[in-house]
């Protein structure tokens, strides 16, 4: 008898969002993570004693366009969140502030204090985009067959009967976009910095869209689980396995066992294998999985997704356990180190598009940023479970760092130094940083392969490109995310809509499965 009905590799959020949907379908569901611990890339631990360290994502915002939270009552099984308002903090160096609401004329009001004229700006732009927004959450809720791209990113959109005259801007560069769109620099920068965050520089074609996005954070909000990250993984764990779902850690899969052309089970590298009856989910990155397949599937069913990019990173993080906030300064910061509305919001260090230009031009030349585009995260300001009493959590995530370095150095060797540099751009905005730190954990690309699995430090696996989006993630052939074997099913940031903590993956993997196992429509619309 098989051990399970689907065999899972990995426990990244998007095969726990997968696994959720099956084992509440009555699926019998077994999962193996390599790790000790479950969640991939987005998981919570006490890394300095009585600090709780994110080891992957930590803003929660994609997944609140999904109906992932309520579908799989992950707030019966611990999960808890916490709204953080303001949204978006940007300091300058000259001492102007800007803040990102969720109210969008309260953000007006700020943007005013820099620009009048792109407060107005501002205020049209998010509602003119708003349909073309709202077109691509759907479009990241289903499969991304033709019919379904074309449905939602056209005729769902009511921007649809200008089409022709938007072109041009769905087209272009953000960079090109925001230029033409608003005045001050300033603006410029706070809306290019959040698209900036799926990897593509302001110049790179057709990356119009990630800027597009932006009037959905007035939206969802900007989120997170009490406890930390880990929390949302950790409560996806307790509904799969209350469903009676079986989930092994420290348990590394070394091959997908393929038997006369079908996935029935995995081995592990310690030599045991599970048997699966319906079917093999793999969340890990598309070209590991490929690697667990090697031998067992003719080349020219995998040669395409084989050559899919990875790219050469693009970002690192430090987790600093603090004894104080960043004082940044300004008419709205607070005395006596209490938390102000700077703390709750995510804080922006990239002053115009010109500055992050800059950076990724070092990263072109195979150099970590001297100048490097940064977000700074203090949840502890919201979340007193993260850190001792009177300290405090600060998170430092920065664009642009390569894995491969032109120098040759390794970062085992260079990274310590670069922490050390995006400290000190942070401290020119906020001066007493650099004397606040208790500890920290440095997270170089080569940390992020080696630790989570993220090839070449790439945090969403494949680079967000227009030509690995959508029917072309992670290849044309397992876009659907099917793949190369009858049985072998695919989720992840490797798969449609990509990186990010959004699930929309897994949730989209398990219609899919659930469809080719009963023949029926899970969701509406499929």
Not at 135 to 146: D, Q, W
Not at 440 to 454: S, Y
Request: with cysteine; hydrophobic share 40%.
């Amino acid at each position: 008898m098989p051990d399970f009905d689907v065999v899972f590799v990995g426990t990244g959020h998007n095969s726990l969002v997968c696994a959720g949907y099956l084992a509440k379908a009555g699926y019998r569901i077994g999962m193996l993570e390599r790790r000790s611990v479950v969640g991939g890339a987005v998981v919570t631990q006490e890394i300095i004693p009585g600090f709780q360290f994110d080891l992957g994502g930590s803003a929660h915002i994609l997944i609140h366009h999904t109906p992932i939270v309520r579908d799989l009552d992950l707030e019966q099984h611990g999960l808890s969140y916490i709204d953080l308002d303001p949204l978006f903090f940007a300091p300058f160096p000259d001492g102007e502030q800007i803040f990102v609401w969720k109210d969008i004329v309260r953000t007006c009001d700020s943007i005013a204090t820099v620009s009048s004229e792109d407060a107005d700006r501002y205020f049209s732009f998010v509602n003119d985009w708003r349909p073309m927004a709202e077109a691509m959450v759907a479009s990241f809720l289903e499969a991304p067959t033709p019919l379904n791209v074309a449905k939602n990113l056209i005729f769902r959109s009511q921007a649809h009967k200008d089409i022709r005259r938007r072109l041009p801007s769905i087209l272009g560069s953000y960079g090109q976009l925001l230029r033409q769109t608003f005045v001050s620099p300033r603006v410029q920068a706070i809306i290019g910095w959040m698209a900036a965050q799926s990897g593509p520089p302001p110049s790179e074609r057709i990356s119009a869209p990630f800027a597009l996005w932006h009037p959905m954070y007035h939206h969802s909000g900007v989120k997170r689980p009490r406890g930390g990250s880990g929390m949302l993984t950790q409560s996806l764990a307790q509904m799969i396995t209350s469903h009676g779902g079986t989930i092994a850690t420290s348990a590394s899969v070394d091959q997908i066992v393929v038997e006369g052309g079908r996935a029935v089970g995995v081995r592990t590298v310690e030599g045991e294998t599970y048997t699966a009856s319906r079917a093999v989910v793999s969340g890990a990155h598309i070209h590991t999985t490929l690697k667990l397949l090697a031998g067992q599937i003719p080349s020219s069913r995998v040669d395409s997704a084989r050559r899919s990019k990875i790219g050469n990173g693009f970002g690192m993080m430090v987790r600093f356990a603090m004894n104080g906030l960043p004082n940044y300064g300004g008419p709205e910061s607070t005395e006596n180190d209490l938390p102000g509305p700077e703390h709750r919001a995510l804080q922006f260090v990239c002053p115009d598009l010109d500055y992050l230009e800059r950076a990724y031009g070092d990263y072109l030349e195979g150099r970590p940023s001297s100048d490097p585009g940064l977000i700074a995260m203090t949840f502890s300001a919201v979340d007193d479970t993260l850190a001792p009493p009177g300290k405090h959590i600060l998170f430092l995530w920065g664009q642009y760092y390569p894995y491969e370095l032109a120098s040759g150095e390794s970062w085992d060797d260079i990274g310590d130094r670069v922490a050390d540099r995006m400290l000190a751009k942070l401290e020119q905005y906020a001066p007493n940083v650099a004397s606040s730190v208790v500890g920290r954990l440095v997270q170089t690309p080569l940390w992020l392969e080696r630790e989570l699995g993220l090839l070449r430090g790439n945090v969403m696996h494949l680079e967000m490109s227009v030509n690995q989006m959508f029917t072309l993630r992670p290849s044309l052939r397992m876009s659907n995310y099917r793949g190369p074997a009858k049985g072998l099913y695919l989720t992840g940031a490797s798969t449609h809509p990509g990186g990010g903590i959004m699930g929309a993956a897994g949730r989209n993997a398990a219609a899919v499965l659930l469809h080719d196992l009963s023949r029926k429509r899970l969701f509406p619309g499929w």
